[in-house]
């Protein structure tokens, strides 16, 4: 990954390492060949030894460190992208046999979707071809060079200590406070809301106007609300951002706009660390930063794999982003990220025409001229969505809105922007449309283990020589660019579970684009309890079809003795489905959680005092929240539980931090003790106090991130890694509908119990009368 050793605004040209005319000459000759020797016909046995070969060469060369930077980076992805156009070629060219309507219509359709993965395989290469890691762009010594910054932390429904966290991180952020406006941006409390025909409904937004008013008048911020809730977020900050043009209470409008989803919790080097790149580049219009989150998402949670390996949002963050800065196409992620004023007034505000009105923003200011940045250090942590119900309406949004932007604002017409821009953007916008072709591949071998009909015309020989190589060459081209940063299938896995919903929702937005509306992820909702998610009916659907297939496959092997290749084929296609939907049944089955704040998993030094005691005892914090910590110590004889003890620690910064706690709980560990302990809350300064310590340390989250990045997973590891996962989530899945029919049936007997009772004492004491 090159380094950007740029210092200067005139570095922030897209895809300026290609301006070098023999570096050109060097990819386009390659390219060229690729595709002419990828039509070249071949024998079978010739392709087996072609194909393999190369699949070979390609596990091997990945291997090397030292190709991970160009010349040999580009050799990889041509040599992957050369095996997987070979089997394009034969698809288009020796596969499509029409035999007849129904089977030619879904054959063309299974064929589109392969088209379609393979095209979004080859714009991936593309965007990570040559990523970009930028050094640091420090401010002045001088702090009255520094810029003003407005910080908008736009909020709608969300609890209010999610909205009073951030905000707290916000004003302890290391910044001169005279160059800091923080507003928060109240959607709730509109007028709007607080006349609502409804009177429930306007009592709960006067309620929620004059909490998180109060909430800003007790942290020192300020309030804005408006008068209407028209184009939802994007336009609260349009509303923020006229309403501080002028200045407000004497401050004077930011020249710089930071802008935080409610629940995203930032750093106290959040602008040290970005805004020094404004005053290097006046035509930078975005400085974009990870999302970076603290607790899992429904399937890490669901699957209980987020210890174990990257989340899916490192694939975006982690290396994604590094591709599109390289070409100038890192677009704004609506929140975490910090803007210039004058060029987003000059844009008309944050867009509004798509309800991915962050990404329409980016593809606006780059359309005409500016530049944008990405710094890859994760200095904000937020929350997923906490339910499948909640991270499938989030995703739906997402499409739907990329989808917009594909069909009303279609970046290959989009005037002003650069050809690396076009592709960069048609990869962001495309990708949205997996819904279709992955249901497509959940379902294709159902039609001819049931029907016959032949929707891959394909022998097994034709499918070893070209297929299978085409998949682990893709295979290995994700694993080389991805590798440390998305565990291998889990994407696959992400896609299906997404595909059953998403399907729908894209099918509407193409219908009508204009239609979606944006709807908030909820946050911080109630978990302390399992539940069976109200969208899990599919999974259910699709088991019982996968099951009844292999039964029909079996019964088309004994009838049709001819067909035992498709049978082959399709049985194996239908299993490895059949992994995918194990999986998503441990999905749907959500488990509950105890714990009221979420913890973060750390590995520091600290020192323990009992009180009144005077000793100083080390210990390691494995793990923090804004409730408490876990400590391990080696000492034989640990703090009695319900003893208060003084806790200290120093964080990456230099910043000493000293707590009272509670020792919750005690239990033995190897050869020392781990303690639980709760955080003893005296008032607000002891809140601020825990914030500061909690999310204070953004090199906490660079370590929390690397952690999980660890060397690349073997595919044979990887597959029966997730085919365990899907079997352990699959049976949890059953206790749990299993524990919930008893427990029903048990009430249902009671109430039964109950009625016969009552009515045996009517009857008697009518025959006593």
Not at 216 to 237: P, Q
Request: proline share 5%.
């Amino acid at each position: 990954m090159r380094s950007d050793m740029r210092s200067n605004g005139q570095g922030n040209s897209p895809g300026s390492f290609l301006c070098d005319c023999g570096l050109k000459l060097s990819i386009v000759f390659p390219l060229l060949f690729v595709f002419y020797a990828s039509a070249i016909y071949l024998d079978l046995s010739y392709q087996y030894v072609l194909a393999w070969g190369l699949v070979a060469i390609l596990w091997i060369a990945s291997r090397f460190q030292a190709i991970q930077e160009p010349p040999g980076r580009i050799f990889i992805l041509l040599l992957g992208a050369f095996v997987s156009l070979r089997y394009m070629v034969f698809r288009a060219t020796e596969t499509l046999i029409y035999t007849g309507f129904l089977d030619f219509s879904l054959m063309a359709l299974l064929f589109l979707s392969e088209c379609y993965g393979f095209a979004i395989h080859a714009l991936g290469m593309f965007v990570n071809a040559w990523p970009l890691k930028r050094e640091a762009a420090p401010l002045p010594p001088d702090p009255s060079r520094w810029p003003v910054v407005d910080v908008f932390i736009p909020t709608y429904n969300e609890p209010l200590d999610i909205v009073g966290i951030t905000t707290i991180a916000c004003t302890q952020m290391d910044y001169p406070r005279e160059k800091l406006n923080i507003y928060i941006l109240d959607d709730g409390g509109t007028l709007a809301k607080r006349n609502d025909p409804s009177p429930e409904k306007a009592r709960a937004a006067r309620n929620r106007h004059e909490q998180v008013r109060a909430l800003a008048d007790f942290l020192e911020v300020s309030y804005l609300t408006r008068d209407d809730n028209a184009h939802a977020k994007a336009g609260n900050i349009n509303a923020a951002l006229e309403s501080t043009a002028s200045g407000q209470g004497g401050r004077s409008p930011g020249d710089l706009v930071l802008i935080l989803d409610c629940d995203h919790v930032p750093a106290k080097d959040f602008l040290r660390s970005t805004a020094g790149y404004f005053l290097q580049d006046p035509k930078l219009f975005l400085v974009q930063t990870p999302h970076f989150f603290i607790n899992p998402d429904p399937v890490e949670k669901n699957l209980q794999t987020f210890q174990d390996h990257p989340g899916e949002n490192e694939m975006f963050y982690g290396a994604v982003q590094y591709g599109l800065d390289s070409w100038n196409g890192t677009f704004f992620c609506g929140s975490a990220a910090l803007l210039r004023r004058d060029l987003l007034v000059e844009a008309g505000g944050v867009a509004g025409d798509t309800i991915t009105e962050d990404a329409e923003t980016a593809l606006g200011l780059h359309a005409k001229g500016y530049n944008s940045v990405y710094v890859g250090k994760p200095m904000i942590c937020g929350l997923s969505p906490e339910t499948f119900g909640d991270f499938i309406l989030q995703r739906a949004r997402w499409a739907q809105g990329m989808i917009q932007i594909f069909l009303l604002k279609n970046p290959l017409f989009v005037k002003g922007l650069k050809l690396p821009q076009r592709l960069c953007y048609l990869n962001s916008c495309f990708f949205w449309f997996f819904g279709g072709a992955r249901f497509v591949f959940l379902t294709a071998p159902l039609a001819y283990l049931f029907f016959g009909m032949n929707v891959y015309n394909a022998t097994l020989s034709q499918v070893l020589a070209y297929a299978v190589p085409h998949v682990f060459a893709s295979m290995l081209v994700s694993d080389f660019l991805y590798g440390r940063v998305r565990h291998p299938f889990f994407s696959e896995l992400y896609e299906a579970i997404q595909s059953v919903f998403l399907a729908p929702a894209v099918l509407s937005t193409l219908k009508s684009p204009r239609a979606p509306s944006f709807k908030v992820t909820p946050k911080g909702g109630d978990l302390t309890r399992d539940f069976m998610s109200p969208l899990a009916f599919p999974f259910y659907v699709l088991l019982v079809l996968y099951l009844l297939a292999f039964l029909s496959g079996a019964y088309r092997w004994v009838a049709h003795p001819l067909e035992h290749q498709g049978v082959l084929i399709c049985g194996f296609w239908n299993g490895f489905n059949l992994i995918f939907v194990l999986a998503s049944l441990g999905v749907v089955w959500q488990i509950g959680d105890q714990r009221g704040d979420h913890r973060i998993m750390t590995d520091e030094e600290a020192l323990i005092s009992p009180e009144s005691s005077g000793v100083e005892i080390p210990v390691e914090m494995k793990d923090i929240s804004l409730g408490g910590c876990r400590l391990q110590t080696r000492q034989k004889a640990p703090p009695k539980r319900g003893r208060i003890i003084e806790l200290r620690a120093k964080d990456s910064l230099g910043n000493y931090h000293r707590f009272d706690a509670d020792v919750a709980w005690t239990k033995r560990k190897g050869e020392g003790w781990e303690l639980g302990c709760e955080f003893i809350i005296e008032d607000e300064l002891t809140i601020y106090r825990i914030g500061s310590f909690v999310y204070g340390d953004s090199n906490r989250w660079v370590r929390y991130w690397e952690a999980r990045r660890r060397h690349p997973v073997g595919t044979l590891k990887a597959f029966f890694y997730l085919l365990e996962r899907g079997i352990v989530g699959a049976v949890r899945n059953a206790k749990g509908i299993y524990a919930l029919s008893r427990s029903a049936l048990k009430k249902c007997g009671t109430v039964v119990e109950g009625e016969v009772k009552k009515w045996c004492r009517i009857k008697a004491k009518t025959e006593i009368s």
